[in-house]
Antibody, heavy 118, light 112 residues
């Protein structure tokens, strides 16, 4: 059974950093791209970015709103994908979800809440 | 960026009656690999988004057959043949053909 479990969310002050993790199980993690999405309170879904699998260079793509501040990385030995969030802004407050794949996003985790506030 | 426009914003439906949601993209969604990466997701309160339909019309594992997707080019539709109480939530179309991935604004399905 495919499972994705996000962790690392919490309350953080503007300008600070936070790292989210998404632990995967039930599939060949290394062969899949992994994607991060978010949903701010009362808003719609927003794509954050994704990381390709090793076979495709492990390269990354980001939304303009987070480019230069957020970094996605992966540890295939542990089946974990990370979202490093720096220089956080109040508008980054959202539930963050990781998903399997970059084009279909078939499986979603439960999400982890990040609140950026002073 | 590809803009996804969903209508209606809200869809009050009687239980057992059909519902239909439209999604229009600002550009065609055929990828260079020949696939059209247009998906439909359901977001229930307090739950993570759930994939219903991928590549226009493919029902994801475990999704009831009352959900169906259709369309081509820039116009796509999600249909629920007979709405059940558990279908209440917000539905989003999503295109992943072109980066950045973009979503429609959402359609709230509620029971009349």
């Amino acid at each position: 059974e495919v499972q994705l479990v996000e962790s690392g969310g919490g309350l953080v002050q503007p300008g600070r950093s936070l790292r989210l993790s998404c632990t995967a199980s039930g599939f060949a993690f290394g062969t899949y791209a992994m994607t991060w999405f978010r949903q701010a309170p009362g808003k719609g879904l927003e794509w954050v970015g994704f990381i390709r699998g090793k076979a495709h260079g492990g390269t990354t793509e980001y939304a303009a709103s987070v480019k230069g501040r957020f970094t996605i990385s992966r540890d295939d030995s542990k089946s974990i994908v990370y979202l490093q969030m720096n220089s956080l802004k109040t508008e980054d407050t959202a539930v963050y979800y990781c998903t399997r794949d970059r084009a279909v996003s078939d499986y979603w985790g439960q999400g982890t809440l990040v609140t950026v506030s002073s | 960026d590809i803009v996804m426009t969903q209508t209606p914003l809200s869809s009050p439906v009687t239980l057992g009656q059909p519902a239909s949601i439209s999604c229009r993209s600002s550009q065609g969604l055929v990828h260079s690999d020949g696939n059209t990466y247009l998906s439909w997701l359901q977001k229930r309160p307090g739950q993570p988004p759930r994939l219903l339909i991928y590549k226009i019309s493919n029902r994801f594992s475990g999704v009831p057959d009352r959900f169906s997707g259709s369309g081509a080019g820039t116009d796509f539709t999600l249909k629920i043949s007979r709405v059940e109480a558990e279908d209440v939530g917000v539905y989003y179309c999503m295109q992943a053909t072109q980066i950045p991935v973009t979503f429609g604004g959402g359609t709230k399905v509620e029971i009349k």
